[in-house]
């Protein structure tokens, strides 16, 4: 297969997990006989400075031309003044919107050998393997806001459109594992999620009647995350609360640092990412974990570029680098050894296969 893939590093750590995601789909291409070529281009705080612009024209016209694209991470406090007009994650948001990108994707599976990483007790744990799906350009995050001395306001809209298509995606997804899905949203509360949940109690058993379906408030299903994350299968909610609830699920695996998330809408180039932000602390010391930028790279494979084979082979290569015994230092336990990013990296790919 010939593929295009624009590679968007950011800021922070993102350039550093995003070399290992390029040693690793470089080495998928050589196994698997494939040629992958890669553009890179600016995003975030790292094109603001470069181009007073978070999102760079180039970068668009890169990215609409990909068949997938990968990305990095973006902001830090060079850029974090709140009322700045030109902020990273504003390049971001406009990605999202501008590729159409309007599900988020993001699996929670919890490795045996990594339990001890998590702050939750391991019988909490046994069989923990969801995907939580997110609605990813509509809601609170991309409406209209307004403020001055006193006031301010953001407006959250859905119509019954984004949330018809966020469900068909979730219901999909459950429809090849457990064949349940949980809804989460504030129906008690909020006018948006009323809407939110009459649509989901008609589409879901009209249009996947052997799906079984549970609705959460968020509150409880935050709290659920944690008492029994095991019985979840799929869970979509709107944009907000999975932004919240994904970060959450994050302690069940023991770090941010091993989530991955794919953004796809109807199209087939997807926009592929770890979820653990730039973590500016860490940049440049060579101690991130790269293991969730190389499963999203498992899930571009997948999604935009459809190889399955190639994406399972990925996979099991980071559980079997896990289950060696690699660790970065934000997943190692006492008495084990703490290896740096690039030598995670070259264990999932001595692993591969």
């Known amino acids: ?55 760079p024209a180039a970068t668009i016209a890169s990215c609409e031309a990909a068949d997938a694209v990968f990305l990095g991470a973006v902001g830090g406090p060079k ?18 919107a501008v590729l159409g990108v309007y599900a988020n994707i993001r699996p929670v599976k919890v490795y045996a050998e990594l339990v001890g990483a998590s702050p939750l007790r391991p019988e909490i744990l046994a069989g923990v393997d969801m995907i939580v799906v997110r609605e990813l350009i509509g ?8 403020r001055d001395a006193t006031t301010a306001s953001d ?13 068909r995606v979730a219901a999909k ?24 949940r009459d649509v989901t ?14 609705t959460l408030l968020v509150d409880a299903a935050a709290m659920h995350l944690l008492s029994r994350p095991a019985d979840f299968d799929v869970i979509v909610t709107e944009n907000m609360f999975g932004d919240i609830l994904t970060d959450e699920a994050s302690m069940l695996a023991g770090s941010l640092g091993m989530l ?12 592929y990412e770890p979820i653990h932000g730039s973590a500016p602390d860490i940049a440049g010391q060579g101690i991130a974990n790269p293991c969730a930028a190389i499963a ?26 896990i289950s060696a015994g690699a660790r970065t230092a934000d997943i190692v336990s006492s008495g084990e050894t703490r290896i740096s990013t690039s030598a995670m990296c070259n264990e999932i790919i001595r692993a591969l296969d």
């Open 1 to 55: 297969m010939e593929a295009v893939i624009t590679l968007l590093p950011g800021d922070g750590i993102g350039p550093e997990v995003t070399d290992s995601a390029v040693a690793v789909l470089s080495e998928v291409a050589s196994q698997f006989d494939h040629n992958f070529n890669f553009d890179t281009q600016l995003i975030g705080g790292a094109a603001i400075d470069a181009r007073a612009d978070p999102l």
């Open 79 to 96: 850029w974090s003044d709140p009322n700045a007009k030109i902020r990273p994650e504003q390049g971001l948001l406009k990605l999202r």
């Open 139 to 146: 809601g609170i995050y991309f409406g209209k806001k307004t």
């Open 155 to 167: 407006l959250c809209t859905y119509s019954v459109d984004e949330i018809e298509r966020i469900l």
């Open 173 to 196: 997804l459950a429809s090849g594992r457990d064949g349940k899905i949980c809804s989460v949203d504030k129906a008690n509360v909020l006018e948006t999620s009323r809407l939110w």
């Open 201 to 214: 109690d008609r589409l879901i058993p009209a249009e996947f009647p052997n799906i079984e379906l549970e």
């Open 260 to 271: 991955p998330s794919a953004s796809i809408g109807d199209g087939v180039c997807g926009l």
């Open 296 to 321: 999203s790279v498992a899930m571009l494979l997948r999604h935009s570029l459809g190889l399955e084979n190639e994406a399972v082979a990925v996979e099991r290569a980071i559980g079997r680098a």
